[in-house]
């Protein structure tokens, strides 16, 4: 267990200390009436100020009192110490139910109490309607709770009153404030995007030149982007972020140029294949691309958008509902691309498919083609990094001068090779087996080698 996340349990085991005396107290005001309601201002909070854990920096970040700490708290006690609400499940005799007033629900599998807003706002306000109607801010879309996505109310249904949603700490801000690791999503239902990385290097990616000058550009704008928009008076004339689209034959290494800025930069990159998103997810598209924005904001991610042409692609007339759903679906997507603040990265096969009406859009566009001759020969020669070797029959040259492939297909056609040598236990790539992945290769392509 690392250091930050001990001192996040030592901070949070002193935060459950006051939140249990404040619990009684509030107990000792509603049933007992033996407490004052200004006994809850006395009660004095732990001192953070020596701590550089993540809980710590976060109440300081945001000088946060009681009435934010205790929401935070509520969030938190389910996921770390559950038991300690269990009082609240205590029944009103009088009518053979739970107190109204104390909120909460019964999850399906978990049979502690989950606290909602209400159960925040009985122990911070009692029965004072005032104190109630002030507290209601903490909830609201401007406070920093929601600005930063650290919690939120989560409710069940539209009729039902505000306060009885479920008080839901973000996925993120969970595992900061307790393992003190950062949190990755990954793929799923509620989540349309998967994080991709490399183990591959800068030398590893054979381009032409102009490729090469854009992906520079690039960098440029993840090293200083966002100083020359928030920190000059010149930024007020840019858009946020930075937008590029990316156009090229498969394997010629679009996707690759995305893992490694993320890696250069030490950044996570994100990859949303559009076209899985707009089929699977038909009529939810935005409701989708919404929790992958909405994660990224305040996160230094890459955002990289798969068959762009899925959404993108050139439009014809709205002449039914689906045509104008599908523009809805384009108009969203391009609206939160355009607020978006980091770098976000539209990659097509085709760029005669995509409508030129989106190309404005872009701050940069970079056409990656298949190697050339040269190229494909650094491919073959650089390829099996001095593991293997190529028998005395093999003419590299004719190789690169007779087939054109892309790297993804120079790569495909080698591994064929070295599993068929080591399965001679030998690490000789033989001519016999090159020709025989390129065979392979070509029916991939719908075509055919003589």
Known sequence: MSTNSLSNSDCLEQELIWFQELLMIRGKITFEQSREESDIDRIVLPDFAGSDSNYARLIKRHSMGLEERLVLVLALLPHIKPHLLDILHIKNQTYDTPFTEFGGIKGEKHRGFLPTGETAIFLLAGSSLRK????LKLF??????AQEKILSLESSSKDEPILSGILRISKEYLSILTTGEGFKPDFGDDFPAKRITTEQEWDDLVISDDVFQGIKEIQTWLVHGKRLKNDFQFGRKIKPGFKALFTGPPGTGKTLTATLLGKACKLDVYRI????VVSKFIGETEKNLSRVFDLAE???WILFFDEADALFGKR????????RYANQEVSYLLQRIEDFNGLVILCSNYKNNIDEAFFRRFQLVIDFELPDYF????IWENALMGEFDYENKVNLQELAESHELSAASIINILQFCCLKSMEREELVVRKVDIIQGLRLEKVKEGKSIV
Do not use: E, I, W
Request: net charge negative.
């Open 132 to 135: 109630r109607f002030d507290l």
């Open 140 to 145: 609201d879309s401007s406070h920093f709770f």
């Open 273 to 276: 294949d559009l076209s899985l």
């Open 298 to 300: 305040n996160r230094n």
């Open 316 to 323: 014809s007339q709205a002449s039914d509902s689906h045509d």
């Open 375 to 378: 190229q494909r020969l650094k």
